[in-house]
């Protein structure tokens, strides 16, 4: 019975996030007068397959997406790289002001970004970057989340393992590549799933850093959909279908990882 009742609250629990999705799919599929009408349509009469390739002629929805994934790519490709490599130093080395320092980055996870946003964009105006790659991405090389999530994880590490890695002659980068990497595995798969989804998804920044639709990216571009007195529903949720794509084969590849990186478990 226990276990019949839990399958059925997963069930329902699945139920409710997936409904929302199966209506977006529909929506894409609609025509502009059954997202208009009275009466919501679950399922459009006659499926409208063109409002994808609409997308295209309506807006440069190909730069929206090439623009999103670099600025998503190239932002959880330096994630993974100096996330792990910072939170390394905070786990296995001893240095002056060590947990102060820490907790100073620790800090920066309650300063909400709006208080951030202002100065950053004076310093990239300051620089030139606005409307750029580089002003989309530099803000965002690093994490504090990502370091603290490496440093938890890399702590458990025995500090046996690196010393017989140091008495066998490996520098620190060998020891780095070759000991602490292999068993992060779990750890980088949900650092670089939630850097590339909130990336993916991030409104506010390219909304501000940019003011030419060539360099939007799809969740900034979709708001030209937006008209003054009523929104192209049936492309928004076409927009927003092939915004939803990518995260969701990201997740299904690296499902196993994130499974076991979510639980922390350690070494085998």
Not at 12 to 40: C, G, K
Not at 107 to 136: C, E, H, K, S
Not at 235 to 248: H, Q, R, Y
Request: charged share 10%; glycine share 6%.
């Amino acid at each position: 019975m226990r276990k019949t009742l839990l399958y059925t609250l997963l069930t329902l629990a699945s139920l409710v996030m997936v409904v929302p999705l199966l209506y977006m799919l529909s929506l894409s599929l609609q025509t502009e007068a059954e997202t208009l009408s009275a009466e919501a349509v679950l399922v459009p009469e006659t499926p409208q397959w063109g409002n994808y390739a609409e997308l295209f002629t309506r807006a440069p929805f190909g730069n929206f997406i090439v623009n999103s994934l670099v600025v998503a790519g190239f932002i959880t490709l330096a994630h993974l790289v100096f996330d792990p490599l910072v939170g390394y130093v905070f786990a296995k080395f001893r240095f002056p002001l060590r947990n102060t320092l820490f907790v100073g980055l620790l800090a920066t996870l309650m300063v909400p970004f709006f208080v951030r946003m202002i100065p950053l964009y004076v310093l990239m105006a300051n620089l030139g970057w606005l409307d750029t790659y580089q002003g989309l991405i530099t803000p965002f090389l690093m994490d504090a989340f990502g370091i603290f999530l490496m440093r938890q994880f890399i702590q458990p590490i025995p500090d046996d393992l690196i010393s017989a890695a140091r008495i066998d002659g490996a520098s620190e980068l060998r020891v780095y590549r070759s000991v602490i990497l292999p068993q992060t595995r779990p750890a980088l798969a949900v650092l670089g799933l939630f850097t590339f989804v909130f990336q993916w998804n991030e409104f506010l920044w390219p909304l501000v850093a940019t003011s030419t639709p060539e360099m939007r990216t799809i969740p900034v571009g979709l708001t030209l959909f937006n008209q003054e007195y009523f929104t192209l529903w049936h492309l928004t949720a076409a927009g927003s279908v092939i915004l939803f794509v990518p995260t969701a084969v990201l997740f299904i590849l690296t499902q196993r990882y994130f499974v076991r990186g979510i639980a922390l478990t350690g070494l085998r």
